[in-house]
């Protein structure tokens, strides 16, 4: 299965403190994106890394992409409450089927 | 960007009957795809909304309980089928653009007394 797994599952921070959220998959993608869902609601993109990118910023965000390792890594900087939600990474494949595979998300807490 | 948009955005139903969701999207796209998010867990991917021929199933899905039509570019619907209580999970349609982005409905949350 090309599915990205987070890791961790679930992550409970201090407002204001940074949060890291990794994922690996399992086969050669052409890009990784990241999605937040919060509670009951429909899934939000944030942001697309392509495979010949190693690192992507927007706003708070900061997004990471090792193609040797599989892995890449979400980082918010200075976490809000309103950032409590559960991401997931999803990784689309290179046989150009053009759907995603996502993870298990991650949970992220920020406690006010 | 795409903005999509579903209807209805959530039902409570009876056993057996059928629901169909609508999803419209507000340019032309790609491609169009349907999901499923039971509670508590991942998106599953249902089918591929194929414009003017049947959908694409993925594994444990088929058409007979899946029924999806995709007439144009920018609307697709998706149909459950003599519905049970497990069929209860939010149903999410979600688009390719050009741009290579995939984009998500708000989706529609399905309760199956």
């Known amino acids: 299965s090309q599915q990205g797994e987070e890791d961790p599952q679930a992550l409970s921070i201090q407002e204001g403190e940074n949060a890291t959220m990794n994922c690996s998959y399992k086969t050669s993608i052409n890009n990784l994106q990241w999605y937040r869902q919060n509670s009951g609601r429909g899934l939000v993109h944030l942001i697309l890394i392509r495979s010949n990118e190693r690192e992507k910023h927007s706003g708070r965000l900061r997004v990471t992409l090792d193609t040797s390792k599989k892995s890449s890594s979400l980082l918010i900087t200075a976490s809000r409450a309103a950032d409590t939600a559960s991401y997931f990474c999803a990784t689309d494949s290179r046989t150009g089927a053009n759907n995603l595979f996502f993870g298990t998300g991650t949970r992220l807490t920020v406690i006010p | 960007s795409a903005v999509i948009s579903q209807k209805p955005s959530r039902d409570i139903c009876q056993r057996g009957t059928s629901l169909t969701i609508q999803c419209q999207v507000d340019?032309?796209?790609?491609?169009m795809f349907w999901y499923r998010q039971q509670p508590g867990q991942s998106l599953t991917l249902i089918a591929t909304?194929?414009?003017?021929?049947?959908?694409?199933?993925e594994s444990g899905f088929v058409i007979d309980k899946f029924p999806i039509s995709r007439p144009n570019l920018t609307f697709s619907t998706l149909t459950v089928s003599n519905m049970s209580p497990e069929d209860s999970s939010i149903y999410l349609c979600?688009?390719?653009?050009?741009?290579?982005?995939?984009?998500f409905g708000p989706g529609t949350r399905l309760l199956v007394l």
């Open positions: 340019s032309q796209v790609t491609m």
């Open positions: 979600s688009v390719v653009t050009y741009q290579e982005t995939q984009y």
């Open positions: 909304a194929n414009q003017g021929s049947e959908a694409t199933y």
